[in-house]
């Protein structure tokens, strides 16, 4: 069944069904296979920008090739919180408006050091900040309702 709808282009239902059925399913089809599609739905999800799925896709995967794919190399391009404009490595303050880079949402002083922010919000600040709000708290510290995922 599977293998008919990823020859149909429809690698999304495979991989659902390899994800929902787990270990039930997955010794019947090769590695190299689920490793195909898993990158194919991969490719596409981020192609649509929907890069949270494609990580939680990652994620739930269960082939070693795919799941280090959350542990490679990432690059960061900041923008500013105010004017949306692209950071320079200068330092902490926009060109074009003369404001801090990001501000931690529980004590709302500019970080200028490691930032942890929420990928489903994008909400953040610092590090110790953050994992002490989570410790006591499982939505957003800003209070846009998010329930944010801290680990």
Known sequence: ???????????????????VLGDRIRKE??????????????????????????????KLST???????????TTLHINCNNCKRPMNSRGWMCERCHRGASKCAVCHH?????FVWCQGCTHGGHLQHIMDWFQLHAHCPTGCGHLCEYT
């Open 1 to 19: 069944m599977m293998c008919f709808y990823a020859q149909q282009g429809d690698v999304q239902m495979a991989i659902s069904v390899l994800i």
């Open 29 to 58: 089809i090769d590695e190299q296979t689920q490793e195909h599609w898993y990158t194919s739905y991969i490719d596409l999800l981020q192609r649509f920008r929907l890069w949270n799925v494609a990580n939680e896709v990652i």
């Open 63 to 73: 082939c070693r090739t795919i799941t280090c794919l959350n542990q490679a190399s």
């Open 110 to 114: 500019a970080v200028k050091g490691l």
